[in-house]
């Protein structure tokens, strides 16, 4: 689904309107945790849980969205409204608010492109020319965002977190230090404008557009 800068962007936009005033870099480190068991083995069923994905088909070609949402708010009413600690509830939002961007960029992004590609091509072709589009805007995006320096410094200063079985402190270390030197380490400019499918009008409608409509669904939580 979406990539982290794009996650972390979405949150930047998101802090301002859920009054995330305090503990906003655990809720940046949140906004990209659920990701972050890439670094852990049998990572796919991890992800499953992570994304509280469970019962809504395989990843990428979701088949029941009112469960998936289901599945979120549950979390977040058996979580984030009962957590007493102020850092560890800024990073469950964060963690909520990575699920309901990739819940938006599913239906906004993902699902559209497929229907507008598949057929001719397969799946598998598809994926073969989408994720390099989408890791192009993810390197554009670090590299052009105003935000950009902030929202690292913010995650450089927040405190890793265990919670339950859902995402682990030491895979989110190991993800800020590949950001650091290998995602993000970027030397060269990248151009976007060069991307046939997934087009730069699409991906800044959805910057746009995914903080408002999160913000809605959070609010029917």
């Given at each position: 689904?979406a990539?982290?800068?794009?996650?972390?962007?979405?949150?930047?936009?998101?802090?301002e309107?859920?009054?995330?005033?305090?503990?906003?870099?655990?809720?940046?480190?949140?906004?990209?945790?659920?990701?972050?068991?890439?670094?852990?083995d049998?990572?796919?069923?991890?992800?499953?849980?992570?994304?509280?994905?469970?019962?809504?088909?395989?990843?990428?070609?979701?088949?029941?969205?009112?469960?998936?949402?289901?599945?979120?708010?549950?979390?977040?009413?058996?979580?984030?409204?009962?957590?007493?600690?102020?850092?560890?509830?800024?990073?469950?939002?964060?963690?909520?608010?990575?699920?309901?961007?990739?819940?938006?960029?599913?239906?906004?992004?993902?699902?559209?492109?497929?229907?507008?590609?598949?057929?001719?091509?397969?799946?598998?072709e598809?994926?073969?020319?989408?994720?390099?589009?989408a890791?192009?805007?993810?390197?554009?995006?670090?590299?052009?965002?105003?935000?950009?320096?902030?929202?690292?410094d913010?995650?450089?200063?927040?405190?890793?977190?265990?919670?339950?079985?859902?995402?682990?402190?030491?895979?989110?270390?190991?993800?800020?230090?590949?950001?650091?030197?290998?995602?993000?380490?970027?030397?060269?400019?990248?151009?976007?404008?060069?991307?046939?499918?997934?087009?730069f009008?699409?991906?800044q409608?959805?910057?746009?557009?995914?903080?408002?409509?999160?913000?809605e669904?959070?609010k029917?939580?």
């Open positions: 689904m990539l982290q800068m794009t996650h972390m962007v979405v949150a930047y936009k998101l802090a309107h859920l009054k995330i005033k305090e503990n906003t870099s655990e809720f940046i480190l949140g906004s990209i945790a659920p990701d972050s068991v890439w670094f852990s049998l990572y796919m069923e991890k992800k499953i849980h992570s994304h509280c994905f469970e019962c809504c088909g395989p990843w990428g070609e979701t088949q029941d969205y009112v469960r998936w949402i289901e599945n979120i708010k549950e979390f977040w009413n058996k979580y984030v409204t009962q957590e007493k600690d102020s850092r560890t509830k800024a990073f469950l939002i964060g963690l909520c608010v990575h699920n309901l961007t990739d819940y938006c960029f599913d239906i906004m992004i993902w699902s559209v492109l497929k229907k507008k590609l598949i057929p001719p091509m397969t799946f598998d598809f994926k073969e020319v989408y994720y390099p589009e890791r192009r805007f993810d390197e554009w995006l670090y590299q052009n965002c105003e935000c950009t320096e902030e929202i690292f913010l995650l450089d200063d927040s405190k890793e977190l265990d919670f339950e079985d859902y995402v682990f402190a030491e895979n989110q270390v190991t993800m800020k230090k590949h950001f650091a030197k290998t995602q993000y380490n970027i030397q060269e400019k990248v151009d976007a404008s060069v991307n046939k499918y997934f087009t009008d699409m991906h409608y959805f910057i746009d557009e995914a903080p408002d409509k999160i913000c669904l959070i029917e939580f």
